[in-house]
């Protein structure tokens, strides 16, 4: 009578647990540890120097070799990269009007997949100009800006991500990044 009565609890609980319909659980986001903010100051011998992020390794570029003075920002814990083009401003052609439209041009290019593409004229403490650009929706880079002090130096930045996630999914990533550029863009100092 026992082995009897479990089995009929065991049946009536079966049934009556699986009455009810059942809903699928939404996906989820990744949970995204932030690190705390602390800056050092950057020191590679490059004709410009800022203060960045102490959570971002500083790596030469792989892309263009001959190019000694751009360098890449790596937040390797958090997937992105900020990539830094330098170019000295007279040379080879490289007049200010050709290098801002360059890099207008360059920010253009994603208006197929961007929702918006909002730009922002600034001026540095140290007196430099820069534009930034902040795009939105699902682009490649979400984050632009560049500085120059319209006589010698030009500074290019772009963020990347290495990551299929949606930029949704990355915005409080995209928005720490961001506030790292700001700093950097505020203590930018170019040497010569």
Known sequence: MSKRFVIYITLLL????CEGDY?????GYNRIDLPGREF??????????????VHALVEPDSFNLQE???????????????HFTYLELDTQGKDIKTVVNDAINLTAKHQIKAYGIEESVLRTPKGYTGVVAELSGEVP?????FVTDSTRNFLRGALYFNTAMKNDSLAPVIEYIK??????????????
């Open 14 to 17: 079966v049934a009556v647990g």
């Open 23 to 27: 809903l699928p659980k939404p996906m």
């Open 40 to 53: 050092i100051t950057l020191e590679n011998g490059k004709p410009y120097s800022f203060q960045h992020s």
């Open 68 to 82: 000694t003075a751009w360098i890449n920002l790596n937040y390797k814990s958090l997937g992105g990269k900020v």
């Open 141 to 145: 880079t979400q984050f632009q800006f």
């Open 179 to 192: 506030v790292d550029m700001a700093h950097l863009i505020n203590t930018l100092e170019f040497k010569n």
